[in-house]
């Protein structure tokens, strides 16, 4: 069974990060993928604004997942390198991360995503380009 096979049949539980983070798949295929999660206080920092790396971490997780669904069964990813914008902060609600596949090759396959507010695709607060070599 694929990666998106099992999330689609088993949701977060097919990813234990899913389930530390409260991470849920909105939607996922043909090169893209939309995840969301609400903030919780125990993920902000010392001055009360959602920690940068959750949103890095939300972004590269969708783009993972609309890698897998256009990636040959039996091969898996692995980043090479990601860059990371940050524009606004949030302390609290839920926000998503949506992805696409921007270019596949054979051994590198490039992706990019953006983080918003839910129900807002227009207040973006982090986006992010990034590589990953197929294994």
Known sequence: MTYPEEL???GRAANPYFGLMGIDPESFGDGSAVLKMHVRPDMLNGVGWLQGGIYV???????????????EEGKGIATVSQTTNFYKGVREGEICAKAVVSRKGRKIIFAEGF?????????????????????
């Open 8 to 10: 689609s049949r088993k």
């Open 57 to 71: 971490s939300l972004i590269d997780e969708s783009m993972a997942l609309a890698i897998f669904t256009v990636l």
């Open 115 to 135: 983080c918003y507010v839910k129900g807002d695709e227009a207040k973006v607060l982090a986006r992010t380009t990034a590589s990953f070599v197929v294994v």
